[in-house]
């Protein structure tokens, strides 16, 4: 069994993001043909059925007035993870967003590293355990408790 990673990314750009860089991100989820920057292959051109995370695999990338948002959940190698890293912070320094923008999961783990997007770069922090409580039978937290 090979080492796989869930990779999680949500963020908006701006609508003055040069084509240039729409043509990298479009090629990275599939949608263009051509080889981009130092790059051999795309990263999140992969869909449908996730084989070791569960769920399904997406890349979009979708425009509306006020800019582009960006949505991919895949499956990462650990040999990926020098290219995730490089082009998670070109796009933190280019994105709208500040705060968390995705998350990286051992698939094996059950807390992830948060992605949080800061004066134009990226950092991952490491969410501890101890911090984690059990809500009991909820699912998610009430928000009136």
């Given amino acids: 069994m090979a080492d796989i990673y869930e990779f999680q990314l949500t963020l908006d750009l701006p609508s003055t993001l040069p084509e240039g860089d729409l ?3 479009r090629w990275h989820l599939g949608h263009e043909d051509g080889e981009q920057g ?3 292959y795309p990263l999140w051109d992969a869909r449908g059925p996730a084989r070791r995370i569960g769920g399904v695999l997406v890349g979009e990338l979708r425009s509306d007035d006020w800019g582009w948002a960006l949505t ?3 499956e990462s190698h650990p040999d990926e993870l020098d290219d995730l890293n490089r082009i ?8 709208t967003t500040a705060g ?6 051992f698939h094996e783990d059950d807390v ?5 997007a800061r004066s134009g770069s990226a950092r991952c ?3 501890r355990a101890e ?3 059990d809500p009991g039978a909820r699912a998610l937290p009430d928000p009136y408790a």
């Fill in 100 to 105: 968390v923008i995705g998350y990286l999961r």
């Fill in 23 to 25: 043509a990298v991100l």
């Fill in 125 to 127: 922090m490491t969410l």
């Fill in 131 to 133: 911090h984690i409580t």
């Fill in 72 to 74: 991919v959940r895949q």
């Fill in 112 to 116: 992830p590293d948060v992605l949080v």
């Fill in 88 to 95: 998670v912070n070109w796009l933190a320094a280019r994105t």
């Fill in 38 to 40: 130092d790059y051999a």
